[in-house]
């Protein structure tokens, strides 16, 4: 199947600092990219759309200022969390959809990348 | 909103059948029933998906009721490996843009 890898697998950081997280589409191209992230024990909340060559759209609440996201090529997105506080320390998933031939379009996932905020 | 609702936990013993429900009364005529997974600390994976026959690939089958307001996804013979949070999704078919809303899912645990 699609591969998607993420960049960096786990991150420290220092409060007030900002970390970038890559999510590339390996063997395919995605004009669309989504970020999603996860707090211990809970769901998949869908933080943003990545739309290649135009901006991102946030799902409601997410605060794009924060959540920097720039998807300049077919195959790269990055999401870039600014001025990172304990709060934000979170699982951060990106996922970019595949068009298997006739089954249609399939998401595939990235390995994640565990943030740390201290 | 999630438009499923799914037990929040089941467990199964190893070799034999997992059986996860999935509710969804509001599904549309266009929407698809898609079942993901997702083992601890990684991105989720793509296990199957069906409109309204029921479905079998190499890890799973996927039987929808008549009325398609639920259906069920069969691990045919679980593994201690299968042990994870099972997500069913409904969604329109195909479509690049088309985003995947998370639900709370099952935590299946396979038990030795």
């Known amino acids: 199947g699609a591969v998607v890898s993420q960049h960096p697998s786990w991150v420290i950081c220092k409060s007030g600092t900002s970390v970038k997280i890559e999510c590339r589409s390996l063997?395919?191209?995605?004009?669309?990219m989504f970020w999603y992230r996860q707090f211990p024990k809970q769901s998949l909340m869908l933080m943003a759309t990545?739309?290649?060559?135009?901006?991102?759209?946030?799902e409601q609440g997410v605060e794009k200022d924060k959540f920097l996201i720039n998807h300049a090529s077919l195959t790269l997105s990055t999401l870039t969390v600014t001025s990172a506080h304990p709060e934000d320390s979170s699982f951060y998933i990106c996922?970019?959809?595949?068009?298997?031939?006739?089954?249609?379009?399939?998401?595939?996932f990235g390995q994640g990348t565990r943030l740390t905020v201290v | 909103d999630a438009k499923t609702t799914q037990p929040p936990s089941m467990d199964c013993a190893e070799g034999r059948a997992a059986n996860l429900p999935c509710n969804h009364s509001?599904?549309?005529?266009?929407?698809?029933v898609y079942w993901y997974r997702q083992i601890h600390s990684q991105g989720p994976q793509y296990i199957i998906h069906?409109?309204?026959n029921n479905e079998t690939n190499e890890m799973a089958s996927l039987i929808i009721t008549e009325d398609r307001k639920s259906s069920t996804l069969i691990l045919p013979h679980a593994t201690l490996r299968d042990t994870a949070v099972y997500y069913c999704?409904?969604?329109?078919?195909?479509?690049?843009?088309?985003?995947?809303?998370f639900g709370t899912g099952t935590l299946l645990a396979v038990q030795p």
């Open positions: 509001t599904i549309s005529g266009n929407e698809y």
């Open positions: 063997d395919f191209q995605a004009t669309t």
């Open positions: 990545s739309n290649e060559g135009s901006k991102a759209t946030y």
């Open positions: 996922s970019a959809p595949f068009v298997q031939g006739a089954s249609g379009t399939e998401a595939f």
């Open positions: 999704i409904v969604r329109v078919y195909g479509g690049a843009t088309n985003k995947l809303i």
């Open positions: 069906g409109l309204k």
